[in-house]
């Protein structure tokens, strides 16, 4: 069975820190997903990872991906207050020959405080 | 404006009364696909379509239907709702699939709470 785990499940930071949010996954797939929700809003796409060793970059945020370990990491730099949301990690799997199943992890809740 | 929308935002509805919750996209994506998110479980899916006519189901199928006739329309369908199926409902879609470069574009939710 395909696990997706997100850690940590909740992180309050200060303002100015720096940390790092990890995805594991149990199964061999190229290709992981971060998304972003605000509270009571919908999911945002921030990053696509398609290959291993993929780093992508969008402000304070960088993902990247290591698919022989099958980790993906999400550092946050100097955080900022608009950047508390939660944070989920996706992956597609692809065991059952088909290309549309994506599995979530249950989501980083990040608060950033002053 | 490129947006996935969904209808009703909102719903409260008893036990056994079928309803539907449509999910439209104007973006010509192929693929779509539901979403339940229950507190401390995340996203978990429910079916998905890889293009019209062409559904399948994703980790939580039971209790609902979808039907893709059209390519922007994929409803889903409580024939029969519990109160177990009380949760918050996402649209999504992709021009891919999400396994070839796809990210999705969520619908904006549907809180559906079941008597």
């Known amino acids: 069975e395909l696990k997706v785990e997100q850690n940590p499940l909740f992180l309050s930071m200060q303002e100015g820190k720096n940390y790092t949010i990890y995805c594991n996954y149990s199964?061999?797939?190229?290709?992981l997903y971060w998304y972003r929700q605000d509270p009571g809003k919908s999911l945002e796409s921030l990053f696509v990872?398609?290959?291993?060793?993929a780093v992508k970059q969008e402000g304070r945020l960088m993902a990247s991906l290591d698919t022989k370990a099958r980790l993906s990491t999400l550092h946050i730099t100097a955080a900022v207050h608009d950047l508390s949301a939660t944070y989920f990690c996706a992956v597609d799997r692809r065991s059952r020959g088909s290309q549309g199943n994506l599995i979530f992890g249950k989501g980083t809740k990040l608060s950033v405080k002053p | 404006e490129a947006q996935v929308t969904q209808n009703p935002r909102y719903l409260i509805t008893v036990t056994g009364k079928k309803l539907t919750v449509t999910c439209s996209q104007n973006?010509?994506?192929?693929?779509m696909s539901w979403y339940r998110q229950d507190p401390g479980l995340g996203l978990r899916q429910i079916y998905y379509s890889m293009n019209v006519e062409v559904t399948d189901k994703g980790d939580v199928p039971e209790g609902y239907k979808v039907s893709r006739k059209e390519k922007r329309n994929f409803p889903l369908i409580l024939e029969s709702p519990s109160p177990n199926q009380t949760s918050l409902y996402f649209c999504?879609?992709?021009?891919?699939?999400?396994?070839?470069?796809?990210?999705?574009?969520f619908g904006e939710g549907s809180r559906l709470t079941v008597l």
């Open positions: 990872l398609l290959s291993n060793g």
């Open positions: 973006m010509n994506h192929e693929y």
């Open positions: 199964t061999t797939s190229d290709r």
């Open positions: 999504a879609s992709s021009l891919f699939p999400p396994g070839v470069t796809g990210e999705l574009f």
